[in-house]
């Protein structure tokens, strides 16, 4: 992905033409056959006065998207921009790398000034661009939603570029709509066992490729106190497997904006069969969820990620006491940053949710057979839609408070259709069938096809009641993708809630990595040759993340641990004042060392950086303990501001939390990142301080 940031602003000639997304600016270009009007109400019908095809409807935005010649396209929106109907008529945009990714835009940007800003400035910036303050961005200080009013002269794009080069704004993004897409669409016929919760192995079943549920369930079968939020395309509530005193909690339908979330579509059998794997009901017929005591919150999502979609879904989880949150979808992108709003939303759920213990946020990896966060040489692709060094990135997946789960098969081997790199760990699922790349909808249709047959079960789950859904009865046994593998880790999870329900959102997830099997599959993927199926030295595997999960152990292990309540007996205190370069837009970084002699448990932790750049909104800071893994300490979220002094607690960066009860004696390190080109800066100094 070309990146084009720097501190001062965007060059004139790209005004129009750059996204600012995340920390970064990405490249767009006007769609040629297509644009979008907003009505001036809901009564207004803009298909009568706009002279092209209307093709999509987008509600949260209101929009509606028309196609017409390409020829006619400036002429079309000229005559939409003079009708009485119309409050405003914008370009779809496609992002430069990566066409088949439409954007649209909203009436909204979100800007996030220096913390020395008072209202007064705010309210002038604001009304010098035809902004109207609409709320603030919970979590982000200084930080607000305006929207557009008739006297904006601007799109949000161009607005949220000028705005940059500000110095009194850190950050602003405009609010963008795309797709949202799940990960996979099965759709044959039963199968009568569900060989991914336990099994002694038979005919394309290995031994060693379930989750070992039945130990775990006799520790705990769920308890309705924990509630796990599905999220997705609707749901099949009349479903056996749903029913019960207590089963469900909490629905809302964000699509219908009512509190019925049902499929309304042919296609939408997404959401039950996920919810199926989760939390299906014991009922003594049909099919058994990996949590079946647990409750269940359907969440039906509107099909497209925004920002304010995105909070909107994550804050009813929050407030309405989801303890975890599965989320079986990702954006139609193939590279897509999280905007500033959405990390913001998924922070609050990891933090501020449970009571401040923080949801547990699962996501699938995706079905690509790409990194989530990297580059591959891409050829093969039809009409080459794709070519050369192209760089996959899924936000979502790469948040720091997200676990991100891979799909391994019925043979305990990679499914060739998962994504890989930097995922949390991985759970069973089906593998792909023949030609599974084209029959996906959204960016993976046209990749390159897999066309041999590859061993591997589906996965039994419900489905909707009759025949509306993938198969002609009450239950599919052909679901798969990483879309099934995400849930089984959520139903783990809620599992070992049940078993523990003080452990924070980070302690599950250590409590996950570090009971996984480690299963291995060293022969190459049937598509691009790679072999990543083993473990490094911190027992990590780029297909596998920490192993398959495991759930009688993670249950076992969350059971046994005790928060250790007693204070620290002793203060260790360290100090770095060698002052480092920080290498420009190099993913390895630099690292600051902090040995610590004494031996005992970390029971207290703060981190005091000292940190000058050119642009703060290039950098990650992450702290490195002896035992290896990296906790993420600063985001990319300090836009243009320039010095960074602050200290890291337990309290401010519940990430830490995951260091308790660690060893401390070893070598610490200070991790800093430059993500992006141009600007530079430097490391002064770090202070360690441990109770242990």
């Known amino acids: 992905m070309t990146n084009y940031q720097s501190a001062s602003g965007v060059p004139e000639e790209s005004v129009g033409s750059i996204l600012q997304r995340g920390g970064e600016e990405l490249a767009l270009e006007k769609v040629s056959d297509r644009f979008t009007v907003r009505p001036t109400s809901q009564a207004a019908d803009v298909t009568q006065s706009v002279p092209a095809e209307p093709t999509l409807e987008i509600p949260k935005a209101d929009l509606q998207e028309f196609i017409v010649d390409p020829s006619g396209r400036d002429k079309a929106m000229q005559a939409a921009r003079a009708s009485e109907d119309v409050a405003f008529a914008s370009h779809v945009y496609q992002l430069k790398e990566n066409p088949q990714t439409l954007v649209y835009l909203t009436d909204q940007v979100t800007i996030q000034f220096a913390p020395s800003v008072e209202e007064e400035t705010r309210n002038a910036i604001a009304s010098e661009h035809g902004l109207q303050l609409l709320k603030p961005v919970n979590g982000i200080p200084n930080t607000f939603v305006f929207h557009l009013t008739p006297q904006a002269t601007e799109n949000p794009v161009k607005i949220a570029n000028r705005l940059m080069g500000r110095k009194e704004v850190l950050t602003a993004e405009p609010n963008i709509v795309v797709r949202q897409e799940q990960h996979y669409r099965p759709k044959d016929s039963l199968y009568p066992q569900q060989w991914y919760l336990n099994n002694a192995g038979a005919n394309q079943v290995a031994a060693s490729s379930h989750i070992s549920v039945e130990k775990a369930w006799d520790i705990t079968r769920g308890v309705r106190s924990v509630v796990v939020a599905v999220t997705d395309d609707g749901f099949d509530l009349n479903h056996p497997d749903f029913q019960g005193a207590g089963k469900i909690v909490a629905p809302k339908d964000f699509k219908d904006q009512d509190f019925l979330p049902l499929s309304g579509e042919e296609d939408e059998n997404h959401g039950t069969a996920c919810a199926g794997v989760a939390v299906a009901e014991e009922t003594g017929s049909g ?7 647990c409750a269940f919150m359907p969440l039906r999502t509107t099909g497209f990620l925004d920002d304010e979609s995105i909070e909107q879904l994550f804050e009813w989880a929050i407030q309405n006491g989801a303890s975890v949150i599965s989320c079986s979808w990702g954006p139609a992108a193939v590279y897509f940053p999280l905007s500033l709003r959405q990390r913001a939303a998924l922070t609050r759920a990891a933090t501020i949710g449970r009571d401040r213990k923080g949801c547990v946020i699962v996501f699938a990896a995706g079905n690509a057979n790409r990194p989530i966060s990297g580059t591959i040489n891409e050829q093969g692709w039809p009409n080459n839609l794709l070519k050369g060094p192209t760089q996959w990135l899924g936000g979502f997946t790469v948040h720091p408070d997200v676990i991100t789960v891979s799909a391994c098969t019925s043979l305990s081997k990679k499914s060739a259709y998962s994504n890989w790199g930097n995922v949390t760990i991985s759970a069973p699922s089906n593998n792909a069938p023949p030609g599974m790349w084209f029959e996906q909808t959204g960016y993976i249709s046209t990749a390159p096809e897999v066309r041999t047959a590859l061993p591997g079960l589906g996965v039994l789950t419900a489905d909707r009641l009759g025949a509306a859904g993938y198969s002609s009865n009450n239950f599919t046994n052909d679901f ?12 783990v999870a809620a599992l070992v809630l049940s078993a523990n329900p003080d452990l924070t959102a980070q302690e599950v997830r250590r409590i996950l990595q570090q009971t996984a099997d480690k299963i291995v599959d060293p022969g190459p993927d ?28 993670a249950v076992q292990a969350a059971k046994e641990q005790r928060v250790q309540q007693s204070k620290p007996s002793q203060v260790l205190n360290g100090r770095n004042n060698n002052s480092l370069a920080i290498p420009d ?24 950086v000292n940190i000058e750049h050119s642009f703060l909104g290039d950098i990650e800071v992450s702290l490195i303990p002896p035992t290896g893994q990296t906790v ?18 337990l309290q401010n960066t519940p990430a830490l939390k995951q260091l308790l009860a660690s060893p401390a004696a070893g070598v610490w390190h200070l991790l800093v990142v430059d993500y992006a080109q141009l600007d530079t800066g430097t490391v002064k100094s770090w202070e360690l301080t441990l109770g242990i």
Do not use: E, H, M
Request: net charge positive.
């Open 480 to 491: 798969g993708g990483t879309s099934s593998a995400c849930p089984v880790v959520a139903g």
């Open 526 to 553: 049937p598509q691009l040759a790679f072999r990543l199926g083993t473990y490094d030295v911190n027992g990590y595997s780029q297909w596998f993340g920490y192993g398959k999960v495991n759930a009688f152990k």
């Open 287 to 293: 099919i058994v969820g990996v949590a079946p005591g």
């Open 585 to 608: 837009d190099n993913p390895q970084g630099i690292t600051s060392p902090i040995q610590v002699p004494q031996t005992g448990s970390v029971r207290d932790i703060q981190i005091g």
């Open 632 to 649: 993420l300490l600063q985001g990319r979220t300090l836009g243009s501001a320039t010095q960074l002094q602050g200290t890291y607690t």
